[in-house]
């Protein structure tokens, strides 16, 4: 079993900047996929960011040169640096980890764009 914990959500003002971070813990063996998926209300669940074993990186087109993934292996720790954010980065953003053929998914951490 794995378990992921994230943390850092919270309120902002339009175009500031959080960082949200994804602890793995239990049945983790070698490096695998994690990433960052978010749903907004009435919406579907939607990739926001992915970081393969290897380093590779991919973005949703909408947060393309605004949110950076990164990940500490030593840690089994995943990050997304939020920059510049809007009222439509409002979701739930959800942890995932692909130990195939399981997706493990976070409990999620609300981020509420507003003035």
């Known amino acids: 079993q794995v378990h992921l914990v994230e943390s850092g959500g919270g309120l902002v003002q339009p175009g500031g900047s959080l960082r949200l971070s994804c602890a793995a813990s239990?049945?983790?063996?070698?490096?695998?996929?994690m990433g960052w998926y978010r749903q907004a209300p009435g919406l579907e669940r939607e990739l926001v960011a992915l970081?393969?074993?290897?380093?590779?990186?991919e973005y949703a087109d909408s947060v393309k040169g605004r949110f950076t993934i990164s990940r500490d292996n030593a840690k089994n720790t995943v990050y997304l640096q939020m920059n510049s954010l809007n009222a439509e980065d409002t979701a739930i953003y959800y942890c995932?980890?692909?130990?195939?053929?399981?997706?493990?998914w976070g409990q999620g951490t609300q981020v509420t764009v507003s003035s």
């Open positions: 995932m980890l692909r130990n195939s053929p399981y997706t493990y």
């Open positions: 970081i393969t074993t290897t380093g590779r990186t």
């Open positions: 239990g049945s983790i063996f070698g490096v695998n996929p």
